[in-house]
Structure formats: structure tokens, C-alpha cells
């Protein structure tokens, strides 16, 4: 019954989220070569996703809500971690202004 109300209620108001908020404003304090595993932890909190890519740990923090009738409101970071858990790379993309 709480799904069929759920997606009722997702059908009348034309949008849906996925993912979890975090902290979009602090992405510059990641220092690549610098940032270690547990201080993103700190900062963002636990990674709604986490992989491999290439070998190597990614964690994803991501955003996604999307509307029928308005603008869609979206924040992503993903963060490449080396075999010693400090930061190698990360992109972050955002629809926020």
C-alpha cells in the first residue's frame, strides 16, 4: 500500500530523488595527493555509492531530483582514491547555481 501511494504521489507532483544531500559547498576543501579517506568521510559523511575503477576505490555522494514541471535540482561528486586511501582525483557537477 505505501508503494502504491509513493509512486501516486510521485505521478501528481511530476518529480522524484534519488541519491543524498551532502555538503556540495565543501568539495574545495578536497586536496588531491592530500585528502585521506576519512577526512571526506568527515566532511561528507557515508558515500551513497562506492567502486573500482581502474583497480582503485571511488565513492560517489550524488543528488538527483528531477520534476516534469521545473528545473532539476542534481549535485554528483565523485572522488578516486589511490591504494593508500588518499584522494587522486574527483569531479563534481552541479545544476545549482
Do not use: H, N
Request: charged share 20%.
Amino acid at each position: 500500500m505505501l508503494l502504491v501511494s509513493g509512486l501516486a504521489s510521485t505521478q501528481l507532483t511530476g518529480c522524484f530523488s534519488v541519491g543524498q544531500e551532502f555538503a556540495g559547498s565543501r568539495v574545495p576543501e578536497i586536496k588531491i595527493g592530500k585528502t585521506t579517506k576519512q577526512e571526506v568521510s568527515d566532511i561528507f559523511g557515508t558515500p551513497w555509492r562506492t567502486g573500482m575503477e581502474d583497480g582503485r576505490t571511488t565513492w560517489t555522494y550524488g543528488i538527483y531530483k528531477y520534476s516534469l514541471f521545473g528545473a532539476d535540482d542534481t549535485q554528483d561528486l565523485l572522488i578516486r582514491f589511490d591504494p593508500q586511501g588518499i584522494v587522486r582525483s574527483y569531479t563534481f557537477s552541479s545544476t545549482r547555481k
